[in-house]
């Protein structure tokens, strides 16, 4: 059992130095454009992600009442269990062999995104489309004190560097959404967001297309339905 969670421990550190890599060339080729462009920050920091300090003094890292912690647990039950429902699903064959055309059809498929979060689980990255998903819910809300919940929500669970579940996203957007806390709205992860979405586009859906996982799917959708 040791050695099993050993193994467990070191493929996710292998995950983690390869999705930190993607990000990397990422970054490097957006302020590349930027700089191109005439358009690089002045203040773009060259820190590493892994170095950000969560020492801002707004709501979101405060002590909570008990009355928040019974406000967190449903909505974690609220964000986790959607993509749940998800997973019941299966897609139709024409769905499934239409994936390898682009990431887009993957993610605008509710059965795609649902084996697609089953693929990222086994390589321990299941957080980046739980990030992606509560993001997308997030969008659609317009109440005020909502919003302002799900977002301190959604910095604890993916962004805080304390969190078990953290994303993975350069120095620059953590800049971003450390300003944008100070007044959260429904785009407050946007740029996060879009990271998040790159980084799974190109470094685990390729895999994704060239997986067991995958071609294993197509052939339980084409085998003829049993006799009854």
Known sequence: MLQLNASMGSERVEMRKRQMQVHQEAAASVLQARHSMGNTPTNASNACCFCWCCCCSCSCLTVR????????STFEHRTEGTP???????????????????????????????????????EFSEENMMFWLACEDLKKETNKTVVEEKVRQIYEDFISILSPKEVSLDSHVREVINRNMLEPTSHTFEEAQLQIYTLMQRDSYPRYMNSAAYTDLLKSLEEPPSEP
């Open 65 to 72: 009442s008990e009355d928040e912690t019974i406000q967190r």
């Open 84 to 122: 749940n429902c998800e997973e019941s699903l299966k897609p139709t064959l024409e769905d499934a062999r239409s994936w390898p055309m682009s990431f887009e059809r993957v993610m605008k498929s509710a059965a795609g995104r649902s084996c697609f979060r089953q693929f990222l689980r086994t």
